[in-house]
């Protein structure tokens, strides 16, 4: 059973800190996906990396896929109150084409004024 | 507005009763998928149709039905609710095999 587990579960800290989410599986994913959601409403994706050893940017968030398919990394930098939400990776499960996402359980991310 | 749309938003059912959830979509998606989310667990696939007249069990099917009624509209039945599938559902599509899901706003359900 393929699964993947995020660090940490929880983060609050203040505006302008930086900070580093995890997701690690002792399994290989086909590719690795990141979400944002927000309470009330559903995921919304961020980006998705297939490349080992690939790195996304988008804005102040830096996405970096291991280069064994096996983890990725989401960093964010001078984080504001709008970042606050939940953080949940995918990673791609079974044949490409039939799109089923393994999900990790989550991070939920505060940022104070 | 282009996306996925769920309905209903919130339902309270006893236990025992039945009903089904309903997801549309109108982006010309292949695949669709039922996902539920409970606190600490992240999503967990129910039921996914990767093709317009198919289905497929997920992780957790039991309880549950599907009907991938035509390419748009895949639904998600409870013929006999329990207590343990209280939970918020989430319907997802995406256009191909590695895209980026598209979710609805999800159903929040809860069996008393």
């Known amino acids: 059973t393929q699964l993947l587990e995020q660090s940490p579960q929880f983060l609050s800290i203040q505006e302008g800190e930086n900070l580093t989410v995890y997701c690690n599986s002792s399994s290989v994913f086909s590719s690795l996906q990141w979400y944002r959601q927000e309470p009330g409403e559903g995921p919304v994706l961020l980006v998705t990396?297939?490349?080992?050893?690939e790195v996304k940017k988008l804005k102040r968030l830096t996405f970096q896929f291991g280069d064994a398919r096996k983890d990725s990394s989401l960093h964010i930098t001078a984080a504001q109150p709008g970042d606050t939400g939940l953080y949940l990776c995918a990673g791609g499960s079974g044949s490409s084409n039939t799109g089923k996402l393994i999900f990790g359980q989550g991070t939920t991310l505060q940022v104070k004024p | 507005n282009a996306g996925v749309t769920q309905t209903p938003k919130f339902q309270v059912l006893k236990t025992g009763q039945s009903m089904t959830l309903q997801c549309a979509q109108d982006?010309?998606?292949?695949?669709m998928y039922w996902y539920r989310q409970d606190p600490g667990m992240g999503l967990r696939l129910i039921y996914y149709s990767a093709s317009e007249g198919t289905t497929d069990k997920g992780e957790v099917p039991n309880g549950y039905n599907v009907s991938r009624l035509n390419k748009r509209e895949f639904s998600l039945r409870l013929e006999s609710a329990a207590p343990s599938q209280t939970s918020v559902y989430f319907c997802?599509?995406?256009?191909?095999?590695?895209?980026?899901?598209?979710f609805g706003s999800g159903t929040r359900l809860t069996v008393v």
């Open positions: 990396v297939v490349t080992g050893g």
């Open positions: 982006m010309n998606h292949n695949s």
């Open positions: 997802a599509s995406i256009f191909s095999g590695l895209g980026g899901y598209t």
